[in-house]
């Protein structure tokens, strides 16, 4: 089995029961109730479930029409989401109602003003901008009273310099922490 660590913790990993566990459950891949989509991939199928209280994602690989179901449950930061997600599913196959997902995580307004001016640094870095033209454009107001010869200690240059750094980290990979609770642990600074 092959799974994407990438995967947010709401998605239910299936793979096959190993041998000798007599009685494994589990609906073959194509009786799922009320299946909203479903895809086919080198590595296994993902499935989503339509549910009055919020979608169920799963992904599923291997043989498990054969052999029923084993669920995977990671022993990681996101265990407390991940059996939430196993036990919303259980009660779903059980036709009983689920209760809603967890919340996601909000953005306050100011972290979505510092990404937004991560991501216009970002692009100003890309076109070839200097740091201090960047800072020209983000902060007007404040670039003004700054000389060539002050901008070498300026705040103002470290605030630009912290803002392309988070820019690099959503490009690189850190925008998946958007989406689940470590996106508290991205260094917004």
Same mark, same amino acid.
């Given at each position: 089995? !092959? &799974?994407?660590?990438?995967? $947010?913790?709401?998605?239910? !990993? ?7 566990? %007599? ?8 009786? @799922? ?8 991939? $080198? ?25 029923? &179901? ?10 407390? $989401?991940?059996?939430? %997600? ?6 779903? !196959? ?7 997902? =967890?919340? =996601?995580?909000? @953005? ?7 990404? %937004?001016?991560?991501?216009?640094? !970002? ?27 002050? &901008?070498?200690?300026?705040? @103002? ?21 958007? @989406?689940?609770?470590?996106? %508290?642990?991205?260094? &917004?600074?």
């Amino acid at each position: 089995m !092959l &799974w994407e660590p990438h995967l $947010l913790p709401s998605v239910v !990993l299936i793979g096959p029961a190993p041998p000798g566990f %007599a009685g494994v459950l589990g609906p073959r891949a194509g009786n @799922l109730p009320d299946i909203r989509a479903r895809f086919e991939g $080198l590595t296994g199928e993902s499935v989503m479930l339509d549910d009055p209280d919020g979608a169920h994602r799963l992904r599923i690989a291997g043989d498990t029409d054969a052999t029923g &179901w084993a669920f995977v449950i990671p022993y990681d930061a996101m265990l407390e $989401l991940r059996l939430h %997600a196993l036990r919303r599913l259980v009660l779903k !196959l059980a036709g009983l109602p689920t209760g809603i997902p =967890p919340p =996601p995580p909000v @953005l306050t307004p100011y972290r979505r003003y510092r990404l %937004a001016l991560a991501l216009r640094a !970002l692009d100003g870095e890309a076109e070839g901008a200097s740091r201090r033209e960047i800072g020209t454009v983000l902060f007007i107001e404040e670039a003004r009273t700054i000389t060539a010869h002050d &901008w070498k200690s300026s705040g @103002l240059r470290k605030k630009v310099a912290r803002l392309i750094r988070l820019g690099h980290i959503m490009r690189d990979g850190g925008y998946r922490h958007l @989406l689940t609770p470590d996106f %508290a642990r991205i260094r &917004w600074g």
